[in-house]
């Protein structure tokens, strides 16, 4: 069984971490895309999440917003997953100690199943109702978890350089 420490050591150790590392402007390119990724992720999921709380009530369903904003932020979370992953793996020891990437980590899981219990739960039954006159509770609580999570990987990202 491979320890954290191990695991950790074996990423820096990749070619892909190596080649983030060595190679000009690979990291610099990376954090380019992390960024659009990023923005492309947590700007639709807020507009989404704002129309779970209540926002765009009458102008839009809940449908009609997944249907156009969740392939966006699915396309934000795999550049920013993909150029992250490779950013991590290059400094994998010293990031993994730093303060905030453990709670970036949690967050990330966090906001990860707040969409499966939503999807799995609350948005099975959205045509009962989408367009009434209040979300259910479920919802609401899902899109206020959604948004404080993002908020706090975003946080947490940019406080990894100084933690």
């Known amino acids: 069984m491979m ?6 050591r074996w990423l820096e150790e990749t070619r892909l971490a190596e080649l983030v590392r060595v190679t000009p402007w690979v ?15 947590v700007g639709p999921a807020a507009l989404f999440d704002l129309r779970l ?5 009458g102008a839009i369903t809940v449908v009609a917003a997944a249907r156009h904003l969740l392939p966006v932020a699915r396309a934000g979370l795999a550049a920013a997953a993909g150029s992250g ?14 303060g905030a990437a453990p709670v970036k980590l949690a967050l990330l899981a966090v ?6 219990l939503f999807h799995l739960g609350v948005y099975r039954r959205v045509s009962t109702w989408d367009g009434a006159r209040r979300t259910p509770a ?4 899902a899109g206020a978890v959604s948004l404080l999570t993002w908020a706090g ?7 990894i350089a100084y933690t």
């Open 53 to 57: 709380l209540g926002a765009g009530r």
């Open 111 to 116: 906001a990860g199943l707040n969409v499966a």
């Open 85 to 98: 992953a490779a950013m991590f793996a290059a400094g994998a020891r010293e990031i993994a100690g730093t």
């Open 138 to 141: 479920a919802a609401r609580a």
């Open 27 to 41: 990291y610099s390119a990376l954090e380019v895309v992390h960024l659009l990724g990023l923005a492309l992720l």
């Open 153 to 159: 990987v975003v946080a947490c990202g940019r406080l």
């Open 3 to 8: 320890l954290v420490p191990d695991l950790l």
